[in-house]
């Protein structure tokens, strides 16, 4: 009976993803998360997305050069019914101070941009070198899940990655650029991956987790600009990362920060994926795309009419999610491993449904408010270090 009901859900709602041949409970339990995935869809979509833009930060040079990657974004913004918004960092004289660096000029000029649209107005800023990879998806399922900012942990580097965010017109987030773009100010004398680096500390800031001075000591204590090198840049990543735990969605007297996932946001780096995407599940779009020839040639068959290369990019939600898992058994040290956790490869990859732990949610990291004593002590062992996923002891 559940089979069958699945089937004719399935066919009602034009999901063909796992095939009619799927009857054992593994795949049932997949293509239910699938269907639900999708009602929830559907509902979204017939909401007004007025008060929801796509927001790229580049100088009429950078849009020359990224020329196919921002008409694919166009596209989907037009399909969607989603603002575009391109700005080139010289609209608002409060970022002026920020002299030469296009990154945290970046974050301040969005926060001001913010204070021009309506209240909670969702904004999804994003780097040039994106390109919409499964455009008949919205970005409800992020919208919707109401977080005043909301980052992601990137795939295959240790850090929260700084180019893609999804930000709501609070005063929260608002504020929240604005002290990572004040960060220009207070970047230490080495490397630091100037925003990257950054956007660490400015999370465990805003959630106030204990071990902040520990991991800012490390981060302004660095000295070396050798990129032969990154080692001490690396220690201090792996301080915040010890820090924070696992990816969660944090809940604040003042405001909310959800940090997602690896392949959980609605975007991710293009090359981790092998260039594919599903229309049912997984990232929408491909970050890391700077090439535009493979936008025009790979990704799009007519990108002057918003025609996405269905037999290049698209696949099944089985076939993508296939590939993820497979990519992350392959490398434990950035995909909990196992079935027994919340966010573990084995339980959820497959699906995409590896969802940032709740706010109270365990294992968790102590908070502490300003002048309170702080009992972090970080742990340098090999085994922790190699897992930037947060907590390898604690999670399986």
Known sequence: MRA??????????GLGAFGEDCLSEECLADHAVLLQRRVAADKGARQSHKTVGIVVLGDQHFQKVYAPQLRSMRCYAEKHGYDMHILDG?????????KGDFFFRKHCTVSKFLESKPLNYSAAVLDGDVVVAAPIRGLDKWVNHGADIQLYNRCLVHEIAAGN??????????????????????????WSSYDNGAIQLVVMETVQVEGFKTCSDMYHGLTNWSVDDLNPYWDYIHCTKEALGPARAWKLNNG?????????????????LNSKASEDVGPIMHHGIKDPDQ???LYYQDLSQCQISKTNIIRSAEELGTAALSMAQGYPEYFPEGHRCKQCADHCMKTFSCEPLDDAELPRPRQIAPGQPDSFVLLDLPSLRNHSWGWMSRQV
């Not at 069958?4 to 709602?13: E, K, R, V």
């Open 4 to 13: 069958a009901c699945l089937l004719i859900a399935s066919a009602f709602l």
């Open 90 to 98: 010289s609209e608002f004289d409060a970022c002026a101070h920020i």
């Open 165 to 190: 965010y999804l930000v709501r017109n609070t005063p929260f987030a608002r504020d929240f650029l604005m002290r990572w773009a004040n960060y220009y100010h207070k970047q230490p004398k080495g």
């Open 256 to 272: 909310s920060l959800t940090l997602w996932p690896r392949f959980e946001f609605f975007v991710a780096d293009g090359i981790f």
């Open 295 to 297: 936008v025009t040639d």
